[in-house]
């Protein structure tokens, strides 16, 4: 079966401040990775999405980035965080396809809690 | 474009009750799918269901079910004789061919279960 993992499950930064949130996939080759943040009561949005080594697709444009060193591991970093970073990470994989069913299903990570003061 | 709208944005029952959480889908794709999602206090978010567009059966899961009526572009989710556990958050998520890899989220819906 597969798991994903994030970590750290909480953390606490001072603005401008590097970050390093890292997402690992077991049990599956070559999944689809999404990064998504969660603002205090909000909804969900999409940072950004990989489907494969090196491959980032980024849908916000911000002070957050995203690499993929290997198959199945997902990093987000930031060279200094804001305030307005802070929120609840969740990293997300789904199987992928070269063609047929793509509308796959979506498996999230138990998420990182960032707090930037 | 596709867009999802979960209009309640929280719901209070008392245990035993049912509670119907509404969610209403646009997109001009005739290949999509439907998911609902639930995130309890921890955080996560649990996977509850996926529906095609070509199957409007209604499902049942124990205490939850589904209506899928394309008619009215609706996707709407029941909880049966709620429990105090069925408080979460509860996301409903549209993917279309033309959005690609990405799922579009609806802002949720906060269900909350008093005992």
């Known amino acids: 079966s597969q798991t994903i993992h994030q970590w750290p499950a909480t953390l606490v930064q001072p603005v401008g401040s590097p970050l390093s949130l890292e997402c690992t996939v077991e049990?599956?080759?070559?999944?689809?990775l999404y990064w998504y943040r969660q603002a205090a009561g909000r909804g969900l949005q999409l940072l950004f999405y990989s489907v494969g080594i090196g491959q980032i697709s980024s849908e916000v444009p911000q002070n957050l980035s995203a690499s993929r060193p290997q198959d199945r591991q997902f990093i987000l970093s930031s060279k200094k965080l804001l305030l307005s970073d802070s929120g609840f990470y969740l990293c997300?994989?789904?199987?992928?396809?070269?063609?047929?069913?793509?509308?796959?299903?979506?498996?999230f990570g138990p998420g990182t809690r960032l707090t930037v003061l | 474009a596709q867009k999802v709208t979960q209009a309640q944005t929280e719901i209070s029952v008392v245990e035993k009750e049912d509670v119907t959480l509404d969610c209403v889908y646009e997109?001009?794709?005739?290949?999509?799918?439907l998911f609902w999602y639930k995130q309890p206090p921890s955080g996560e978010l649990v996977f509850l269901i996926r529906?095609?567009?070509?199957?409007?059966q209604n499902e049942i899961s124990g205490r939850y079910s589904w209506n899928f009526q394309k008619s009215t572009s609706s996707f709407n989710f029941t909880i049966t004789a709620s429990q105090v556990v069925d408080s979460a958050v509860y996301f409903c998520?549209?993917?279309?061919?033309?959005?690609?890899?990405?799922?579009?989220f609806g802002g949720g819906t906060r269900v909350l279960v008093k005992p």
């Open positions: 529906r095609n567009s070509f199957d409007e």
């Open positions: 997109t001009r794709d005739t290949t999509y799918y």
């Open positions: 049990g599956t080759s070559n999944p689809n």
């Open positions: 997300a994989w789904r199987y992928y396809r070269w063609t047929g069913d793509e509308g796959d299903t979506q498996y």
């Open positions: 998520a549209l993917w279309t061919k033309a959005a690609g890899n990405k799922l579009t």
